[in-house]
């Protein structure tokens, strides 16, 4: 889909794009190139000098080609607003203490007026009920589906991401055995799955793996060949962030990607580890220096 | 870790060479008393002795630091023993009624046990005898015959089988079958219309070609192996299961046995009678007798036997008792430590230990024991030579004991030797002494009971038990700590002193409300001056409260200060000033399950719980069933589907695991793990001093600046002024596992020297310029962080990567084997699956890592303990530990030679040619002085052990004979052997039944008319 924007924005406008930037009542036009948008710093330095309001803080947002209030608060939520606006990049700005964050969704196409004018407009909007969405800096990653491009379609990794307590991981693992392709035909192998999600849990409510999913790797390393307390081990270790490939029981619901011959979503047979698992390992380093560098360190008593 | 990854990845070869320098792994020598003994043999010429075991170990012991020892691929029980006299060859035989023999070949510079020949009967040999198809399929004994070129073998179907030796194959067409000995037997000899399965064999003394044949149903036949018929003939009964009967010069002979107790309230006793003119002796054992033998002249010309000794083995303990010195006493085996003779609750081994601790240890033992007189007799199993250098340093391994005892062990060689005992039993008020009125009724009665042996398993007060134990070499001093919340410091003293034991409790809880202790009351100890025998006398004891039990403990004598951990809390506590100087709770306060009681009860809350909840199910489904059984046809037809559905569907269900990190309230977070005395940086960079580390169950590491008055120079007790303690720094690591333990490297990345060593120019001083670091141990990874502000510099995530846990740390020294002089420090980390990793330090780079201990053996991956050059002890049964060295050049095991003269020619070129099989000790010893020996046995030597003769003249002494009559005519002028071995291959019932014919009190009469 965005690749299609892309490219219907580049046909439209010859390297510039006009923007139209809005804070209180006051609009401020300019100009902005294409091709090389600048960092969302060196843009948010922009609209306060344009405004001048140096010193405000303030949410920056933009409507989208649906209409969608949309923030802007990132690099690549920045680029995404260039990109995708056509041919004007419509630009909202309110400060932060005012802000609305209520204004900020998804709504959709019928709602655009609706929304606009409760932006401008804030006692208005009390009559909708909405759905109450955060800005996106206050909120965290739950999970995702991560080396796509990487993995073999029939597999799945997934990252879950455990902060405190008050939310369970909520999954339990098992025993099991899957039929695997080998140079000598179809063999049985021993293999760990997930027996059960607690509901509520995080495993669930992402709804990223499902119970009889076949656990492949932990964190990176291939799970074949362990027992499942050694499983268990490893996922309880890694707990604060884990990464776990899967074959997913259920098939269909696979990433189809366009380098690959599609078609292969069915009940497919797994000959693709084979070809793999090299590529698989070194993805996952860099993720281990953030891990779990947080052990709590109490200095400086008293008596110091 | 990245980094690391990489580096690993491009293996170094001039690192892989130098880790090849300095780590092997290598299984070196099993200390200790071997489980579960089934069989002995002892070869009079060669003095050696064999233990077989039922889980099909062989283990040859001669001269103390003269090992062997062998395994059975399969594990069967060895049911008898017979060595080939003077060949050093065993011939095993096992309860799946397979013959092994074994031979003790010269490989390199030391011999080795091996296994040449393996014989395992097929259920049908292929001999057409005349007389019915003879089946070899259980044998029951075996003789050595025709000086020992056959050996005859006893089975369950009545025939003897004959083998050739060495090669153990069968000789065709040589079966005696049951129906030709009942053809030369007398018709009223003829019990029964079969003899029954062959119980015993037994060669004659003097006549080769005779052979004593005892079948189960009672018939006894000397059988002429020349002439194919019957000699004698003789009915038996069972009462006496094993009888010796020894000449002696001055006449009176010595007749010793087991069985034929006078009553049969008896039978519960593990008794060997002694009997030598008008003296008796019963000598009563706390185990089962396995068998015995005694120890005397083999040489043909000599007259008389002269017994010197008698080595009786038992369940648990060997005794050997000196026959020639009167009374009879016990000889101290140099070996075959009764380790368990109360269950080893905890053990720790000290390293270096320097003479004068040594000296003082083994004064202090030699004070507890009695000592022999001069006369008697040194220990009399010679066989072998010792070839292993005396070792360089003295290794003490320290075991605590459930009954409350520590003991001290000699482990700086093979022979593990008990130095010294110490008890702290005596400390405290139990209700031990009924157990002493009781021997006392029981010597009033007739025979003469004498008990000998230390195997004694029953504890008086589980509360006694020792948990924790710390020395310090440099001074003497030490902690023992137990299961309720005791912990002693002990001072070693030279010379016996009453004196009064200073008492202190710890409150461990402090204010926290609302907790009740459920478990155990705390020990109440004696008050007054005691008396205390020299060794380690207590000085100060201090009691936890709740009197949990102990789970960490360490001591620093230069400080006087002693630290001590439960699953409560920990305390720290000046031993000098007898005052407590801290105390901290650790528990959660939602951990509400630590205050129950010992950690077991929880267990069995829980257990007992999920039992119960089964229970009603099973309940709940039978009762189903029954309604369903009333109902018509149809109805029970289903109900049969449903039933045969329902036990599968029970296999099926899959075993599942939680996945959920550990969160800070989890049961038993509290648990102190481990505490540490450091001479550290923990205030500044510039300023280091003492610092207490402590760290427990969820992962949390509390650092505490001590202020310890200096002593002033010279002076060797510091001022009598308060210690204190501050809290520094606390570190709750993210991943919440237990801290298993914690050491501070200095400048250099080397672990700080021990309280002591630096000061006494025995270490290197630590580098107190660069900065220090410490090491955290969790259950799950090990991190290096630095000091004083605590940041992580290193860590390997070794749960993460490895899927494994951590279950007991150390760090060692390992020395190359190329090169004298270079070292490096390693941590050396036990897995929960059994594996032993080796990793750098600081770096924490995986080194090496070993398969070590099987996974299903908690208790031996429990029990494992490292030493401080690479080596290691973990206990592979109740009674034995493994030592095995995880260091290239730090190895400890037998090397030993057997000068064994050859009796034929092709016996020794086969002995060269015979394959080399897996043994249990199959790794190649490190010569430590080559040029002292050679392979060969050497001829001259030969002459110089004490026993050399042909063949001919040997007669095993542990040749069989079945039971035996009142109206036996035996031909007694020689060496006489009479024995049942019923009891120890453990025959049917059924055939022992029949042959309990006779009431005890006959017995008794029998034993006098054999006298």
């Known amino acids: 889909m965005n690749r299609s924007h892309r490219h219907g924005a580049g046909s439209g406008c010859l390297g510039t794009m006009e923007v139209k930037s809005k804070f209180g009542a006051e609009f401020r036009r300019f100009s902005l190139e294409r091709s090389k948008p600048g960092k969302f710093e060196e843009f948010y330095g922009l609209l306060q000098h344009v405004h001048k309001i140096p010193n405000v803080e303030v949410l920056v947002g933009y409507a989208d080609i649906h209409g969608d209030l949309l923030p802007i608060n990132n690099d690549d939520n920045y680029h995404k607003a260039v990109s995708t606006a056509n041919p004007l990049l419509r630009i909202f700005i309110q400060k932060k203490e005012e802000a609305d964050y209520s204004a900020f969704g998804t709504d959709t196409l019928i709602k655009k007026k609706n929304v606009l004018t409760n932006v401008l407009r804030p006692d208005n909007h009390r009559k909708k009920p909405h759905i109450v969405i955060s800005m996106p800096q206050d909120f965290r990653p739950v999970s995702s589906i991560i080396d796509v491009d990487i993995l073999p379609e029939t597999h799945r990794r997934v990252r879950l991401y455990k902060y405190g307590t008050e939310k369970p991981l909520g999954f339990y693992i098992r025993d099991g055995s899957s039929v695997r392709v080998t140079p000598h035909g179809l063999e049985k192998v021993p293999g760990i799955f997930i027996s059960r999600l607690v509901p509520g849990g995080l495993a669930q409510s992402t709804g990223l793996l499902a119970v009889n999913d076949e656990v492949l790797e932990v964190n990176g390393i291939e799970v074949s060949g362990k027992s499942l307390d050694q499983v268990t081990d490893m996922m309880i270790a890694n707990s604060r962030n884990l990464i776990i490939t899967v074959r997913p029981a259920n098939q269909r619901n696979n990433v189809v990607r366009n380098s690959r011959t599609s078609g292969s979503s069915g009940q497919s047979t797994d000959n693709s580890l084979l070809g793999y698992p090299q590529q698989i390992e070194p993805s996952f380093e860099p993720e281990d220096e953030d891990s779990d560098e947080d052990d709590i360190i109490i200095e400086d008593y008293s008596g110091f | ?1011």
């Open chain 2, 1 to 1011: 870790m990245m980094k690391f990854r990489f580096r690993r990845q491009g293996a170094d070869p001039q690192r892989e060479k130098l880790k090849q320098e300095l780590f092997a792994f290598n299984k070196t020598v099993e200390h200790g008393f071997p489980n579960q003994p089934s069989a002995l043999a002892f070869d009079p010429e060669l003095r050696i002795m064999a233990i077989g075991t039922r889980t099909g170990a062989v283990k040859i012991y001669g001269a103390p630091g003269v090992e062997f020892t062998g395994l059975h691929r399969d594990t069967a029980t060895v049911t008898q023993m017979l060595f080939l006299p003077g060949q050093g060859c065993l011939l095993t035989l096992l309860d799946d009624s397979s013959l092994h023999l074994w031979e003790i070949v010269p490989r390199n510079c030391c011999a080795r046990l091996e296994e040449a020949h393996s014989f395992q009967p097929t259920s049908r040999p292929g001999s057409d005898g005349a007389s019915g198809p003879p089946c070899l399929a259980r044998v029951t004994v075996v003789l050595l015959v025709a000086e020992g070129s056959m050996a005859a073998l006893g089975t369950e179907s009545g025939s003897i089988f004959f083998l050739d030796m060495p090669t153990l194959k069968l000789l065709e067409g040589q079966t005696l079958s049951p129906d030709e000995v009942l053809q030369s037997v007398p018709g009223d000899y003829r019990c029964g219309k079969a003899l029954g399965p062959v119980e015993a064999l037994q060669g004659h003394l003097r006549d080769p070609t005779k052979m004593l044949i005892g079948y189960s149903r009672g018939l006894l036949v000397i059988w002429n192996l020349a002439a194919q018929c019957a000699h004698r003939v003789f009915l038996g009964n069972q009462a006496i299961n094993k009888i010796l009967w020894r000449s002696c010069v001055s006449g009176d002979h010595f007749i010793i046995f087991s069985g034929g107790m006078p009553r049969a309230s008896y039978g519960d006793r593990h008794c060997v009678s002694v009997l030598r003119a008008e003296t008796l002796v019963t000598l009563d054992f706390t185990s089962r007798i396995i068998d015995f033998f005694t120890v005397h002249s083999s040489q043909l010309e000599d007259e008389f036997d002269e017994p010197q000794a008698l080595a009786v083995l038992l369940e648990e303990e060997l005794v050997v008792l000196d026959l020639q010195t009167p009374g009879w006493p016990a000889l101290p085996a140099p070996y075959l430590a009764p380790l368990h003779s109360s269950a080893i609750t905890c053990s720790a081994h000290v390293a270096n230990v320097p003479a004068k601790l040594w000296a003082r240890l083994v004064s202090a033992g030699e004070q507890q024991s009695p000592q022999p007189a001069p006369t008697a007799l040194s220990w009399p199993i010679t066989g072998g030579r010792n070839l292993a250098q005396e070792p360089l340093q003295r290794g003490l391994l320290l075991t605590g004991h459930e009954d409350g005892t520590v003991r001290f062990w000699d482990a700086s060689g093979v022979a593990l030797r008990l130095l010294y005992k110490l008890s702290t039993a005596s400390l405290f008020q139990t209700d031990c002494d009924h157990s002493d009125s009781l021997a006392q009724a029981a010597e009033d009665d007739w025979p003469p009971f004498r008990k000998v042996g230390c195997f004694d398993p029953y504890s008086d007060d589980p509360r006694l038990g020792v948990q924790k134990v710390a020395l310090c070499k440099y001074t003497a001093h030490m902690v023992v700590a137990g299961t309720a919340g005791q912990v002693l410091v002990l001072e070693l003293s030279d010379m016996p002193s009453e004196q009064v034991v200073s008492v202190a409790s710890v409150d461990l809880l402090q204010d926290r409300e609302g907790f009740t202790w459920k478990g155990h009351e705390r020990l109440s100890p004696r008050t007054g001056p005691l008396p205390w025998p020299a060794g380690f006398q207590p000085r100060v004891l201090v009691q936890c409260l709740p009197p949990a039990a102990v789970t960490a403990v360490t001591l620093h004598a230069e400080w006087s200060l002693v630290a001590f951990g439960t699953s409560h809390g920990f305390g720290l506590f000046d031993y000098q000033r007898k005052s407590p100087v801290l105390s901290r709770c650790t528990l959660h306060p939602n951990d509400s399950l630590a205050m129950e009681g010992p950690l077991s009860r929880v267990k069995s809350l829980k257990k007992s719980l999920r039992q119960s909840f089964r229970r009603i199910r099973k309940s709940r489904v039978s009762g189903k069933k029954r309604t369903v059984i009333a109902n018509s046809k149809l109805q029970e037809a289903n109900a049969q589907l449903a039933e045969q559905a329902c036990p599968h569907d029970m296999e099926v269900t899959p075993v599942q695991r939680r996945i959920e990190p550990r969160s800070a309230d989890d049961s038993l977070s509290g648990v102190v793990r481990c505490l540490y005395f450091a001479d550290t940086f923990l205030r500044d960079a510039t300023h280091h001093g003492p610092t207490m580390w402590a760290g427990t169950n969820s992962g949390s590491v509390f650092a505490y600046a001590l202020e310890v008055p200096v002593a002033t120079a010279g002076g060797e007790k510091r001022p009598e002024r308060a210690v204190e303690a501050v809290l520094g720094k606390e570190v709750q690591l993210m991943h919440r596992a237990p801290v298993v333990a914690i050491a501070v490297l200095d400048g250099r990345g080397r672990p700080l020297p021990e309280p002591y060593e630096a000061s006494r120019d025995l270490a290197q001083a630590p580098d107190m310029q660069g900065g220090h670091a410490v090491l955290i141990a969790s259950e799950e990874q090990f991190k290096v962080f630095t000091l004083p502000k605590v940041s992580a510099k290193t860590k390997f995530k070794l749960t993460a990567h490895e899927g494994c846990r951590v279950r007991k740390v150390a760090l060692a020294t390992f020395a190359s084997v190329a090169c004298e002089d270079y070292t490096e420090t390693g941590l050396a980390c036990l897995t929960n699956l059994g594996d032993v990793h080796i990793f750098s330090v600081p770096g924490l780079r995986p080194q090496v890592h070993y398969p070590c201990i099987r996974k299903e053996d908690i208790s031996g991956i429990a029990s494992c303990v490292f030493t401080r050059h690479g080596q290691g002890f973990y206990l592979i049964s109740p009674s034995e530990f493994e030592r095995f060295s995880l260091s290239a050049r730090n190895i400890t095991e037998p090397l030993c030679s057997l000068d064994i003269s050859w009796p034929h020619d092709t016996a020794h070129t086969r002995l060269q040619e015979s394959p080399k099989l897996s043994q249990a000790n199959g790794t190649p010893g490190v010569v430590l002085d080559p040029q002292k020996h050679d392979g060969i046995p050497d001829p001259v030597l030969s002459k110089g052990a004490d026993t050399v003769e042909p063949p001919e003249a040997s007669l095993s002494p542990m040749s069989i004979d079945s039971a035996i009559s009142a109206d036996t005519t035996f031909d007694t002028t020689g060496d006489v052997t009479v024995e049942d071995v019923k009891d120890f291959l453990g025959s049917s019932e059924e055939s022992e039944k029949s042959l309990r014919t006779v009431a005890e009190e006959e017995a008794r009469t029998r034993t006098i008319l054999i006298r």
